[in-house]
């Protein structure tokens, strides 16, 4: 009896000294007294739970479990981020809560991009306290980034919305989630310049009710939300060669017409030319339609920069830099971005490097000036 007694204590023991190891270490709350600000920090930084890459501007949040106690950062923000920054959110156990007057999770001051495969769940207890609250914006949320909010603040706002491109996306497989009783016609504002009118290309996302939970409503990409299926007689499957084939582009410069398989597929507002140091730029916003007649390209006069994404990869660039960005990563081009006419054009061997193509699929004839593109 005593042996069996002594077995069941050792192995208690032995549980005793895992478990705070893992499950217990998951819910310990760090509490956040000054707030997390990286709007002028230049430096790489890291503290339990998250990771701050400077040079790309990037807070990457795992295991990040984070509590602004009663009566501290009224009127402020737990978490400040400069204009074009990133959050990249890791693993499941991610929480910031706010329990404090008029303190907001995010305070972004511009554009934003929430992305990564793990799950962040935000709660605050004032009504004045801003979940998201992004300046001019755009805010996008993409990849399989899953947020949940609890709270009876805004989930979103967006201040002094101005354009006529998307200002809040959520993309792929992303989700926002909220309570349905407090934000059914109250979860998202926005607050526009003076003289500008609203425009229905500002939110970019669809609405679902959870239908196995009533109490909640998701917001995510519309390509997600289809409508029911008819049924259709059974198609013979598509040939192996047919699913592989490619498209032949020419672009001559000098002539606005863009070519697809002998036809003229587009007709440019501005034809392709030579540049100065000899780099063949091309419009970066038709060759991407041309290839994918869904493909956006969107500018923020804020920041002066365009966006789009390629292979499900944010690629941002500026006009007259001397890099572009790829997710995070500086990208060196072989000659700076060009804007001329109200378009913006990048030298065909910086189009290559962003739509990943290699340079075998590119054919130059300098005696007519044709790039000849196959892919």
Avoid at 324 to 329: G, P, R, S
């Amino acid at each position: 009896m005593k042996k069996r007694i002594l077995c069941g204590v050792l192995s208690a023991a032995i549980l005793v000294g895992l478990y705070p190891a893992t499950a217990l270490a998951e819910e310990s709350i760090t509490e956040l007294t000054t707030p997390m600000d990286f709007r002028n920090v230049n430096e790489d930084k890291d503290g339990p739970g998250w990771y701050w890459d400077a040079n790309g501007q990037t807070l990457t949040l795992k295991d990040f479990r984070y509590s602004v106690p009663s009566g501290k950062l009224e009127d402020s923000a737990a978490i400040y981020l400069p204009d074009e920054s990133y959050v990249e959110i890791e693993g499941d156990n991610n929480l910031l809560e706010t329990k404090s007057y008029h303190c907001d999770a995010f305070y972004c001051e511009g554009e934003v991009n929430f992305y990564g495969d793990g799950k962040l769940t935000l709660s605050l207890d004032s009504y004045g306290a801003n979940a998201i609250y992004v300046e001019k914006g755009p805010l996008l949320i993409d990849d399989e980034v899953e947020i949940t909010v609890e709270s009876k603040g805004y989930i979103i706002y967006l201040n002094n919305a101005k354009g006529k491109n998307p200002l809040i996306s959520i993309k792929d497989d992303a989700k926002l989630i909220f309570n349905q009783k407090d934000h059914k016609d109250r979860n998202i504002l926005l607050t526009k310049k003076s003289s500008v009118e609203t425009s229905p290309n500002w939110l970019d996302y669809a609405e679902v009710e959870d239908d196995w939970d009533k109490d909640y409503i998701n917001l995510v990409a519309k390509e997600t939300v289809k409508a029911p299926e008819k049924e259709e007689p059974p198609v013979s499957p598509e040939k192996p060669e047919d699913s592989q084939k490619q498209n032949e582009y020419k672009i001559v410069v000098g002539s606005a017409d863009i070519l697809k398989n002998g036809e003229v597929s587009y007709t440019a507002d501005v034809a392709p030319y030579l540049n100065k140091d000899g780099y063949t730029m091309l419009p970066l916003r038709a060759l991407l339609e041309v290839s994918n007649p869904e493909q956006k390209v969107n500018w923020n006069n804020g920041t002066k920069s365009a966006h789009t994404f390629v292979n499900n990869k944010l690629v941002s660039i500026k006009p007259g830099e001397t890099t572009y960005t790829k997710v995070t990563e500086q990208v060196k081009l072989h000659t700076p971005a060009e804007t001329k006419n109200g378009r913006l054009f990048v030298s065909l061997r910086d189009w290559m490097s962003i739509m990943e193509i290699d340079v075998s699929q590119m054919d130059w004839d300098p005696a007519t000036k044709t790039v000849t593109l196959t892919y």
